[in-house]
């Protein structure tokens, strides 16, 4: 199964002809014309394939056995995980005893109510590895213009390394910091138990070794710490870069006995969550 993106900027390109008509364009209509560089792919590669004399199809969006679902979140919709493995366990297998090859576009889903959506950035990843899933696949391999997770950005370090292996939680923390190839939204859906690898398109055959993703996102667990929550805002121009003055700050909740319930900082302010009765305290 190959799971293929848009031709070079041909999503940007459609992206920048719809805000020309983005007045009487609605995000559906938007969606509908986005997904047309990676139904075009397909049926390119298709082509291709079959001029090597294989037995190779591929998937339409308006196909009625089109398996990845989604919700009507046009733009950035969400994989409905239940009724997308449902639909895939039923028709791939059976296409793929015919066929050499099975080729469908990534980004691109359809809704329960039959409407075109796009998965948002990373989305044929997140295609791959929802299809990996649902039939239990031995790898999913990533095909990329990177051969890998390196070490260090290759533009300001001379020869970085390749890592061999990275786990997933990490790989995330990464994707944070401004990591581009891969995306943060498609790690989530990153098959359990299934090993990822990250390969470059220079690379002569999937064998190469690239980096291999192990691990899957786990839930949450979540609970409620405080149902009455106040945010207190400090504003100042470096405040987080004066840790006297933080030290001081977290005194004041300190002395004034107040519930301090957690806290985040930037450049310019420090938000202190407080119970609210706590923040009056403070105040007084």
């Not at 028709?91 to 015919?98: D, E, M, R, V």
Request: glycine share 8%.
């Amino acid at each position: 199964i190959v799971v293929i993106s848009a031709m070079g900027k041909t999503t940007d390109d459609l992206t920048v002809l719809t805000k020309f008509s983005k007045s009487t364009v609605n995000s559906a209509h938007s969606d509908e014309i986005l997904s047309m560089g990676e139904r075009t792919s397909a049926r390119v590669l298709t082509a291709a394939i079959a001029s090597h004399g294989m037995r190779v199809d591929f998937l339409d969006v308006e196909d009625s056995n089109w398996p990845i679902i989604t919700d009507e979140n046009f733009g950035n919709a969400n994989i409905l995980l239940d009724e997308s493995r449902q639909k895939l366990s039923s028709t791939l297998p059976n296409l793929l005893n015919t066929l050499d090859v099975l080729v469908i576009p990534g980004f691109i889903a359809k809704s329960l109510n039959g409407n075109v959506t796009t998965i948002g950035r990373g989305g044929s990843d997140s295609t791959a590895f929802v299809i990996g899933c649902a039939l239990n696949a031995r790898q999913v391999i990533l095909v990329s213009d990177v051969s890998g997770v390196l070490s260090a950005d290759p533009k300001l370090i001379e020869k970085p390394e390749r890592i061999k292996e990275i786990e997933i939680t990490q790989l995330m923390g990464l994707a944070d910091s401004g990591v581009k190839f891969l995306h943060k939204k498609a790690l989530t859906y990153k098959p359990p138990g299934i090993n990822v690898k990250l390969v470059s398109n220079t690379s002569a055959s999937l064998d190469v070794e690239g980096t291999i993703i192990t691990g899957e996102v786990e839930e949450l667990d979540v609970s409620l710490a405080c149902a009455n929550v106040s945010a207190v805002t400090i504003v100042g121009n470096n405040i987080s870069a004066n840790p006297g003055l933080v030290s001081d700050l977290f005194n004041v909740f300190k002395e004034a006995k107040v519930g301090l319930q957690g806290s985040s900082a930037n450049h310019s302010s420090i938000v202190f969550y407080v119970e609210t009765t706590g923040a009056i305290n403070v105040f007084e």
